[in-house]
């Protein structure tokens, strides 16, 4: 059994109400906190090697570190719940069953930066969870928690939950605080850093959900004890959302530093593949990172064992490796058809593509009509190097990582199932109107290519 | 803006919707109004049958003290806004690679049979619509749709066919009001 710091008390009946919470030692930290001096706080959190668990990975600490305390201005922190990413639930997750650890980390958090009034930004799907949220302000409100002069420390805390209404791209910080201010969610131009310059142009930091409610267990334990837990950069423990073709879907907090195999057949986790069908691909740590096939999933290219940590995963950089992202994991088995799954996460980003930069606006869209014709059995030898072509024009070309985000799964499906590609533009006739390669998996066809490469 | 000309909604901020606007303001900075377009524009849908006319967003763009551009700018970007009458219970599948994986696209093709429309289309009786939209962030519990509020995941042909049979029977909730 791996140690929980997150979800150990989930079991626990009625935990989702504040008296139950409390009863379990909750707003301890809180407590703590009250009597100790914030940039203290700041250096714990750095001093845990806490990395931001939405996906990019930055170490949170020192992202707190940056915040503007000199100008004068009011701050603010943002937690993003704006969970949008496919194959991620993991912060619906937390916030569902433990609203009151969220709402202590955030307590804490905003006293270790100053910051006066807090938000959470959570998607407008999510409207059940936002009134879980709603509720359970109300009740820190009640205890004392939130408001003026908070337990008798001189501290004053608003904390207020806002939803957004349904776009992708408000997860990226900047679109958030645009959306926020009541706006399109068209991401900034940076620099400015939220740091400086975020919310209503004030120093602003924005976390994760996951990230924030590791702060209550940092602050009680200590970043030292904290950073014990975990392998080298990769410190704590992280959610792990699991989807697709496995047995047990679900969210499982693990430490990092769990080998995938383990992940992947372990009861305690998976427990291996659903109907026992043979494993293809993974993609690890949601859509935007490189998908993983069958041989490069348990080993890295050297033959390391694979370990569910940042450097790990991205062993082998996007050649052979992939990223813990925002550890959506995604599963799939041999009936999957990676084109057509290819084509589907680019009509996403197409979708969500908030159409300010061009590269991102009209690539996407391409994208996804040439996957789509392909996918289809419309497409033409050449569309393997126009995809190419296109990805690789949006990469590092946008304001924002959407772009990239786009791109990377494309090239990461070409450079691992190009015989998949080409399959389906050589015998059109057999992909049309089917569904995956459910009657039969491609490594049952596959060897049509390699004939006629004979004759 | 088309949708003026197009059709009609009866406009009517009851004293609940009002009261609710009002305690959503309270949330951001006096001069920061702007702040609360979103919740707002949520609050008002749900009270006008899930979608914003143009006269309607021009009564929020009023209350928030905005110009009514700055309304429907927003109103036209998120997903979420309906600037069309849609049927009572709107099902919204998700479309998206893991619910795909376990079967969306079946599930969708049933629920259109089983309803006579096609994605996008309401039922003459202004009963049922039917979307296909990008990922809800239920992957693990998929294929999975949300009405209203509320997601309904694990979903099979039997659990729509009954989902369908309350609706009609009007037992199932689909704001939390």
């Not at chain 2, 109103?75 to 099902?91: D, L, R, S, W």
């Amino acid at each position: 059994m791996g140690k929980k710091i997150l979800l150990d008390k989930i079991h626990i009946p009625g935990i989702k109400t504040y008296q139950v919470y409390r009863d379990n030692g909750g707003y301890q930290a809180v407590e703590k906190a009250l009597s100790m001096d914030p940039d203290v706080i700041t250096e714990e959190v750095k001093t845990s090697g806490l990395r931001g668990r939405g996906g990019a990975g930055f170490p949170t600490g020192m992202k707190w570190s940056f915040i503007d305390k000199k100008s004068g201005k009011p701050r603010h922190l943002v937690c993003n719940a704006d969970e949008s990413e496919p194959g991620t639930f993991k912060d619906r997750y937390l916030m569902e069953h433990l609203p009151h650890l969220l709402i202590e980390g955030m307590i804490v958090s905003s006293f270790a930066l100053g910051a006066n009034s807090s938000y959470i930004y959570i998607r407008g799907e999510y409207m059940w969870v936002f009134k879980i949220l709603e509720c359970a302000i109300k009740e820190a409100y009640e205890a004392g928690w939130l408001g003026k002069n908070i337990k008798n420390s001189g501290y004053n805390l608003d904390l207020y939950v806002h939803c957004g209404a349904g776009a992708y791209i408000c997860g990226e910080e900047t679109a958030l605080i645009e959306s926020l201010e009541g706006k399109r969610g068209n991401p900034r131009m940076k620099p400015p850093f939220p740091a400086i310059s975020g919310l209503w142009g004030n120093p602003t930091v924005v976390n994760n959900v996951e990230s924030i409610a590791s702060v209550p267990w940092i602050v009680l334990n200590s970043g030292e004890e904290y950073s014990k837990i975990g392998i080298g950069r990769s410190t704590g423990t992280k959610l792990i959302s699991a989807s697709g073709h496995c047995k047990n879907p679900g969210v499982y907090e693990i430490e990092l530093g769990l080998s995938v195999e383990e992940f992947m057949n372990s009861d305690e986790y998976l427990g291996g593949m659903m109907n026992n069908r043979p494993l293809k691909a993974i993609v690890p740590g949601g859509s935007s990172v490189p998908i993983l096939p069958h041989h490069l999933i348990n080993k890295t290219a050297e033959g390391n064992d694979r370990l569910i940590t940042y450097e790990s995963l991205s062993d082998g950089g996007f050649a052979t490796g992939s990223s813990l992202g925002s550890g959506g994991f995604i599963v799939y088995n041999d009936t999957a058809c990676i084109v057509r799954n290819t084509w589907n996460f680019s009509r996403f980003y197409h979708h969500e593509s908030c159409g300010q930069c061009s590269p991102c606006r009209e690539g996407t869209g391409w994208l996804e009509k040439v996957l789509h014709r392909i996918e289809t059995g419309y497409g033409r030898e050449e569309d393997i190097e126009l995809l190419w072509s296109v990805q690789a024009k949006i990469e590092g070309n946008t304001i924002c990582p959407l772009g990239d985000a786009a791109a990377w799964p494309v090239a990461a499906a070409i450079r691992h199932f190009r015989d998949e590609f080409e399959y389906h533009i050589r015998f059109p006739e057999k992909v049309k109107n089917r569904d995956h390669f459910v009657d039969e998996p491609f490594e049952k066809v596959k060897y049509l290519l390699q004939k006629q490469n004979i004759i | 803006m088309e949708t003026k000309t197009q059709y009609k909604q009866n406009i009517n901020f009851t004293p609940e919707l009002t009261a609710r606007i009002n305690e959503l303001l309270t949330h951001y900075p006096e001069d920061k109004k702007k702040s609360a377009l979103l919740p707002v524009l949520h609050e008002v849908q749900d009270a006008h049958d899930n979608w914003l006319s143009a006269e309607l967003q021009e009564r929020v763009a009023e209350i928030l003290e905005i110009k009514p551009i700055e309304v429907f700018e927003v109103v036209t970007f998120y997903t979420m806004f309906n600037q069309k009458p849609i049927g009572k219970y709107m099902f919204e599948f998700c479309q998206t690679s893991c619910c795909m994986l376990r079967g969306s696209d079946n599930l969708i093709d049933y629920t259109c049979d089983k309803l006579g429309i096609n994605l996008g289309q309401t039922t003459p009786d202004g009963m049922f619509s039917i979307a296909a939209v990008e990922c809800l962030g239920a992957c693990g519990y998929a294929p999975m749709m949300q009405l209203g509020d509320y997601y309904h995941e694990k979903l099979t042909p039997e659990k729509v066919d009954h989902i369908i049979t309350e609706c009609k029977a009007g037992n199932i909730k689909i704001h939390d009001k």
